[in-house]
Structures are given as C-alpha cells and as structure tokens.
C-alpha cells in the first residue's frame, strides 16, 4: 500500500488540530466562563451577608483559579489556532506568530527574512512554523532571555531557518536515538521528525552555559 506523502499528512495534522482548538472553544472555555460568572454574582451576594464573610476569601481563591484557567486555555488556543497557510506568504505568517509571541511574552524577537521565496509548499509553511514557534516557546521557558534571533532565507530550491539565544543552553540528546518514556525532549524530537517528514535537516547546536542554536534546512517544495 502507497504511504501518503508529506503534504497529506501535515494538512491532515493541522486540520485535526483546527477540530480541537474549536471544541475546546466551544466546550471548557464556555463551561468556565460561565461558571465564574455565577461564582462572581454569589460573591456579590456574599458581600451584603456579614453572616457569611468568612466565605469571601474562599470564594474568590475559586474565581482566581477559574480565571487563570481561562487565561491558560486561550492561550493555548491562539498558540495553536492554524494561521491560514494555504492563502497567506510564509513571511507573513511568521511575522504574525512573532507578533504574538512577543506580545504574550513581553520578550523581543529580532526577525530577518532574506530571498524567501513567495511559492511555498504547503507541508513546508506548516513545518517552518511550527519549529519557530516551539523554538520560541523553549527559549521562553529554559533559556532566561529576553531577545531571541530568527532569521528565514532562501538559497535556490531550499528554505534554511535559524534560531538562536544567548541564554543558559543545555545538553543536547542524540535525536536519533528511540524516545524513552521518561524523555525531557519532546519538543525537540518533533521538530527533528517534522524536518525529516520533508525531506530536510535538522541541526542543534547547544552546551550549559553557551546559548542555544537550532537550524532547519528543508525544500521549497516536497
């Protein structure tokens, strides 16, 4: 039996996805918003009781909670609402993430893109993507810096991407090798896959102490 080609597998990905960022819209955002409402009028309520004031700091610890939930889940849902590939330039939907990124982070990312050419494979868009954002979401999290540089660019019929900080650095796993159960890496075993799914390659260079440098060279088309 033929295996499907890349360009049917990650448009298939990102369509599932798109399904679950509406259901979880739709389902557990509505289901807390509606439940710190109620929550909100009880503690109103409260306030006019002396009878009952010892309730409020309960009460309000429960709305705190389901407000940092909400808080949580849209982020997740914007983090990984699909950007409209198919109809928009590879730039465009980068500088859109970063746009994002730095506004959620309160970090700044020093954008270059040079001779990126405006016909991109579709399965190309998506990978490209996808690895800066979680390239972004790792420096925020582990590296402790506040600048993060990504630089785009085209050399013939190939796309290599670049992103790199200056920040505490790590040791770096084999990617080759099997994941175990208890893997630390999982972030970065998906990018190397997703890389590998187009046909390119994927580099980490990274050391305790010394910053952190992903690069990705993959096709324009696949």
Known sequence: MQEPCPSTILAITEEELSKIVLDIHDGPVQYLFT???????????LADD??????????????ML????????????????????????????IQGLILQ?????????????ENVPEDVALPVKIT????????????YRHAGVDVVHVRLWGEGDWLWLEVKDYGKG???????TPMGD??????????YERVRLVNGEFFLETQP???????????THV
Do not use: W
Not at 101 to 108: D, G, L, P, Q, S
Not at 128 to 139: C, F, G, M, P
Not at 182 to 191: E, F, K, S, T
Not at 209 to 219: D, S
């Open 209 to 219: 102490g010394h910053g952190t440098r992903v690069l990705a060279k993959v096709p």
């Open 182 to 191: 208890a893997d630390a890496h999982v972030g970065l075993r998906g990018m």
């Open 170 to 176: 790590f040791q770096p796993p084999d990617l080759a």
């Open 101 to 113: 990124h730095e506004e959620t982070t309160n970090t700044v990312v020093d954008l270059t893109c």
């Open 66 to 93: 389901l407000e940092s939930s909400l808080y949580e889940i849209k982020f997740f849902v914007g983090t990984f609402r699909p950007p409209g590939f198919r109809r928009r330039s590879l730039p465009s939907i």
């Open 35 to 45: 439940a710190l409402s109620i929550l909100t009028r009880i503690q109103d309520e």
């Open 50 to 63: 002396p009878e009952k004031a010892d309730l409020i700091p309960e009460i309000a610890r429960v709305a």
């Open 128 to 139: 490209v993507y996808r690895l800066i954002q979680e390239a972004l979401s790792n420096a």
